[in-house]
């Protein structure tokens, strides 16, 4: 197997160059000492920390070649997808079609999921989210409003 397919190794180097960036954005501030840090120390020390840690993972590919799982792209569309359509229709419908509108859309993201399971779970966790955003945080929002 290729190493460039192995997960473990694509992990080390997303993780080399995310230090790396760190360490070259955070090089222009201040250093210090450890008695005195400056704005620069704390940063620039996560930065080599996770620079080193990624140069492990990516060796430790070396002896345990585990291929990337298939990507599937349907909870990136969807979920996303229900938190935009969560959004559109609070103000129009109120936070309970909202609610479960996007209960249900973010829940289809899995394939083996059970419609009647989802609507349990709205029904369930929508009433409770609203009780806690409503009355036990004061947010104004309707529950249902059919004004358009």
């Not at 620039?44 to 070649?65: D, K, N, Y």
């Amino acid at each position: 197997m290729n190493i460039l397919q192995s997960k473990d190794f694509l992990a080390g180097l997303a993780a080399v160059l995310i230090g790396f960036f760190v360490i070259v954005t955070t090089s222009g501030y201040g250093f210090g000492t450890p008695r005195q840090m400056g704005p620069g120390f704390f940063p620039l020390t996560l930065g080599v920390m996770l620079s080193l840690l990624g140069v492990v993972i990516a060796l430790g590919a070396l002896r345990r070649q585990e291929k990337l799982p298939k990507l599937n792209l349907r909870p990136y569309i969807l979920v996303p997808f229900a938190i935009l359509i969560f959004a559109l229709l609070i103000p129009r419908v109120g936070f309970g079609p909202a609610g479960v509108a996007t209960v249900m859309l973010a829940g289809i993201a899995e394939p083996d999921t059970r419609k009647l399971h989802l609507l349990l779970l709205a029904m369930g966790l929508v009433p409770a989210v609203w009780l806690l955003f409503a009355v036990g945080l004061g947010v104004q929002v309707a529950f249902i409003d059919w004004s358009f």
